[in-house]
Nanobody, 114 residues
Framework: VQLQASGGGLVQAGGSLRLSCATAGVIFSSYALRWYRQAPGKQRELVAT???????TYSDYVKGRFAVSRDNPKNTVYLQMNGLKPEDTAIYYCNIWRQGVDYWGQGTQVTVSS
């Protein structure tokens, strides 16, 4: 299973970014996907989850600002991030939990300047 995250960058507070995570080696449509993030000196935290039928759930920190979506034919999950805040600065990781194993992408850096 391979996951490749992209789309991070440097943005000013209030700006937007769209992260993508392309996957391979898995029947994409059969699995929920998750986005996590990890800020320097902090534990990795769950940001958003999207179910197999496209239903998204969010942490309280990002609810109302972020939107997760998936494109099954493209084997890709997205995270649209609006209204970014400096506290959103972190490395963002996509994740699949499959048959008892967590698979992670390499992460993409998001930096929000004030």
């Amino acid at each position: 299973v391979q996951l490749q995250a992209s789309g991070g960058g440097l943005v000013q507070a209030g700006g937007s970014l769209r992260l993508s995570c392309a996957t391979a080696g898995v029947i994409f449509s059969s699995y929920a996907l998750r986005w996590y993030r990890q800020a320097p000196g902090k534990q990795r935290e769950l940001v958003a989850t999207i179910t197999t039928d496209g239903f998204g759930t969010y942490s309280d920190y990002v609810k109302g600002r972020f939107a997760v979506s998936r494109d099954n034919p493209k084997n890709t999950v997205y995270l649209q991030m609006n209204g970014l805040k400096p506290e959103d600065t972190a490395i963002y990781y996509c994740n699949i939990w499959r048959q008892g194993v967590d698979y992670w992408g390499q992460g993409t850096q998001v930096t929000v300047s004030s």
